[in-house]
Structure formats: C-alpha cells, structure tokens
C-alpha cells in the first residue's frame, strides 16, 4: 500500500485493477475494489489498521470485473455511473461460471474456488455526467468521461491533488480499446491534462503523473492513423488487426503476450469499427 497524502491511500499490487481510498474525517471513501476475495477481505484489514472511520462510499470507476467483484466484501453503498448499473445487473450464473473456468484455465483452482459464492453488489447510486461528495474536508469530484467503457468515470480528491482514472489511464502496458471509444479516450486524456492534479492513480501499472498521458495520447493517435490507412487502402477489419505496427510499443512479459495479443486485436478491431462508421456516415470525413 502507498500512501499517497495524509489521507489518500493506493494499492498497486492487487490483481484485477488498482484501488484506494480516501479518510474523510466523517467515513471512508473507497475506488474500485479487490477482485479476488481474498484480497478484498485483507484490503479491508489494512484499511482498518490505518483507520477506524467507518467506509461509507464504495465507487466503481467502471463495471469490469476487476473493479467491482470485491464490492460484497467491503460495503453496500456503491456509486458508479448509471451504464455500469446497467451492465453489472445482468451479471449472473453464466458471469460467475465464465469467471471460475478462467481461473482454472490458468491452473489457479484456489482462486476459482473463492467465486463459488460471488454476489455482485450493485450501485445504490448512480450519476450520469458529474456528481460531488462533500464529506468531512474532503471534495470528491465523480466525473464521467468514457473511453475505456461507456461508463468510465474519474474520482479526483481535490484537496489532494488526487486523481483516480480507472483504465482510462495504464502505465507501460497496452490500454484496452476493445469496449470503447479511442475517439473518447483521446477527449478524457486532454481533460486530464487540464485539470490540477500531482498524482495519478492509473487504472493498471504504477503511480504517475501527466507525463504517462503523452504516451498513452501518442499510442492511440497511431492506431487510429494506422487502421485509418489500412481501412482506406481496403484491407478488412481481420487484415488490419495483423497489420497494425504497435504490438512492441508497450513491453509485455511472455507469459502475457497470447492474452495480450488477443486484447491488442480487439482494441484494432474496434477502432476500425470506429473508422467505418466515420466514412459511412460521412465520406468526405478524413481527417479524424
């Protein structure tokens, strides 16, 4: 765990997607949780040992798996946006035994074990473009901005200096396109860079700060400029996903690379869906 301010605490080395918490002085403000149970139960010890503030917000910045499954483990008062309610409540037997296979596919049988009883947790809350939480002599700005999902949003602490990105930011490793909008996701990383904050807690990878937006811009720009050229020079969309030169713009490990991979075609994918639509609507449109 990383204490990032007096008050404001991030954890890194969790598996699923980065989480921290706020101490408000009038109760605990969490982001994201633990997606493994294990890990969400000795996320909630930790946070005990630093504080006896009660938790009393949970926000999920999006409805992937790894940010919400540890939500049964850590409170009931979750908020997201209103699209992540909507997807997480269709989460049933089917996501539970899609999750267990995945484990024991990956020879981790303990884990898998652990889902046996999920119960997804859903947002008593939701918003749609920005909602405040004003508690103690924290300010905690919710603020929706897409991209990585329809339903991404951002938690900045601003007394802090803090921001939250959920998967809208990853440091050294791909971002996931293959549910989003890269149109979007260049608008949110714009935004950010807009705003006042010192630290960024990124959905994956390390603490960092606006400069790892500058990479993640660059990224994005080639593969829409890349799938653009492809699109226009007629290769179909499974041409393109093989054609797409970035694979190496990001180091991953050997044991990732096969899943990597797989994601890496899905975002190209996307993005291509992304360039069709342009030029059906519009075939004079060629300059985004």
């Known amino acids: 765990m990383q204490q990032l301010t007096k008050d404001v605490y991030a954890e890194t080395d969790v598996r699923g997607a980065n989480v921290g918490f706020v101490v408000t002085g009038e109760g605990v403000v969490l982001i994201d949780s633990p997606m493994v149970p294990s890990e969400a139960r000795r996320w909630r010890e930790q946070i005990a040992e630093i504080t006896d503030q009660e938790i009393i917000y949970l926000i999920n910045t999006d409805h992937h798996r790894g940010h919400v499954l540890g939500n049964q483990y850590l409170t009931t008062a979750v908020i997201a946006h209103e699209l992540a309610w909507k997807e997480m409540k269709s989460y049933g037997d089917s996501f539970r035994q899609r999750l267990i296979n995945r484990f024991i596919k990956d020879n981790k049988p303990e884990v898998a074990a652990e889902f046996e009883n999920l119960k997804i947790i859903l947002p008593r809350l939701t918003f749609t473009n920005r909602m405040i939480l004003h508690k103690g002599n924290k300010t905690i700005r919710l603020i929706h901005v897409g991209g990585h999902t329809p339903a991404t949003s951002l938690v900045h602490v601003v007394e802090d200096s803090v921001l939250f990105t959920g998967d809208i930011v990853v440091k050294d490793r791909h971002p996931f396109i293959g549910h989003g909008n890269s149109k979007e996701w260049l608008d949110a990383l714009t935004f950010i860079r807009q705003l006042g904050v010192r630290t960024i807690v990124p959905g994956h990878g390390e603490i960092c700060d606006k400069e790892t937006l500058q990479q993640l811009s660059e990224y994005i720009r080639q593969m829409r400029a890349q799938v653009r050229k492809l699109y226009r020079a007629g290769r179909t969309k499974t041409e393109t996903a093989s054609r797409v030169d970035l694979f190496d713009f990001f180091p991953v490990p050997d044991k990732d690379r ?5 994601r890496f075609k899905a975002s ?10 342009g030029y059906e609507l519009s075939p004079k449109a060629k300059k985004k």
């Open 268 to 277: 190209v994918g996307r993005v291509y869906e992304e360039v069709r639509a």
């Open 258 to 262: 096969q899943r990597t991979r797989k």
